[in-house]
């Protein structure tokens, strides 16, 4: 992939873009293994690639400059604007949404938050775009102020957008590297954008995550869903279960699923999701997915868990270690605390593990396991 960003020293985010993309996969692959170790029952299936350009679903900007003259990005070390909106990293919906959203910045007069004084209303354009080409801008401000000058503007915005669907705005007054803050002004009608995969309907709201990359997320639902089915479970735990990815693609008639999540966005997302497909056996509960697990009065028959960085933690892999549950599904992000929790859990070996090449041109990768008791 070529870069003019990165051949000019603007921006250097694509760590291994000089790297030729079978050779970033084969590296992550033997870097994941090296970390598993030796495993004498462990099949490794092929990995799951992706473009190598044009895959983001998310554009997360940083805005700078002026009203009249935004640049829509990263801050360079200075502190200063760096304009990345033609980043080959998006897909093509969000290219085309940018430059309209540059003008709307200026029509609506708002004013970019600048760090060294401080001053300043606008932090970030969040741009995701869905499967079917929809698109859910937010906007994340210091104040309230701005909001009377978006809604006054947002018809010119949905006539120069057609695609666009959900439109609110993010309150972070807070002078700190937080992206977000924890209020949302819903200010279109549609309240959660449709992510369309594999026959599953997701729904994603404002505050609620999805996967960076778009094929490689549904590649990865594929996998677990060929996991779960082929063992037949009749009751599946989806632990930080986000917007019910997992979970719903892994319902089937007969099957009690739970998914539970700490984001009440994201759980009325997935409850939308499982309400809209006739789902009664599919159940999502806002709360701590640990906390969840250890106040069970019994355990189910698999439990998938995607964690965080961090991993699942001593607490959740001790009790899934004396659960007696069968079979965990285990999506990483962070194949050293996969590799911690693995050893916390002697009696849960892994089977399976395919990795998942979600971040190209980047160190990073998901990776798909699939342990058994013994």
């Known amino acids: ?213 778009t094929e490689v997320a549904a590649a990865l639902y594929r996998q677990a869903r060929q996991w779960v089915d082929d063992r037949s479970p009749s009751s599946v735990w989806d632990l930080y279960c986000g917007v019910g990815g997992f979970a719903l693609h892994c319902a089937t008639p007969g099957r009690q699923v739970i998914g539970v999540e700490t984001s009440p966005e994201a759980v009325a997302s997935a409850q939308r999701s499982a309400r809209e497909a006739g789902l009664g056996s599919v159940r999502f509960l806002a709360g701590d997915a640990t906390a969840f697990a250890l106040g069970a009065s019994s355990a189910p028959d698999l439990v998938v868990v995607n964690p965080p960085r961090r991993g699942i933690g001593a607490e959740l892999a001790a009790w899934l270690e004396r659960s007696g549950v069968r079979h965990v599904v285990y999506s990483s992000c962070n194949a050293q605390s996969l590799v911690q929790d693995l050893a916390a859990m002697p009696s849960l070996r892994p089977r399976r593990a395919r990795l998942l090449d979600m971040f190209p041109q980047t160190a990073h990768y998901e990776v798909l396991t699939l342990l058994e008791r013994v």
């Open 1 to 213: 992939m070529h870069c003019a960003y990165h051949e000019a020293g603007r921006c250097r985010s694509c760590t291994l873009l000089g790297t030729p993309y079978p050779r970033q996969v084969a590296d992550k692959e033997r870097h994941c293994r090296e970390l598993l170790g030796p495993q004498p029952d462990l099949y490794w299936l092929d990995p799951v690639t992706s473009s190598e350009a044009g895959f983001r679903n998310k554009a997360k900007m940083v805005v700078t400059g002026s009203p009249d003259e935004p640049a829509l990005g990263i801050l360079d070390p200075e502190g200063g604007g760096v304009d990345l909106r033609d980043c080959g990293l998006y897909l093509p919906g969000i290219h085309a949404a940018l430059p309209v959203l540059a003008d709307f910045v200026g029509r609506a007069a708002l004013t970019p938050y600048d760090l060294a004084t401080r001053r300043g209303e606008l932090k970030y354009l969040l741009v995701t775009q869905s499967p079917d080409g929809e698109l859910m801008v937010r906007f994340v401000l210091r104040s309230q102020e701005p909001v009377a000058r978006l809604r006054k503007h947002l018809p010119w915005l949905r006539e120069a957008l057609p695609t666009l669907r959900v439109v609110s705005a993010n309150l972070q007054p807070e002078h700190k590297a937080v992206l977000e803050g924890e209020r949302e002004l819903l200010l279109s009608a549609e309240e959660s954008l449709r992510m369309r995969m594999d026959g599953v309907d997701l729904h994603l709201r404002p505050q609620s995550f999805f996967q960076t990359n």
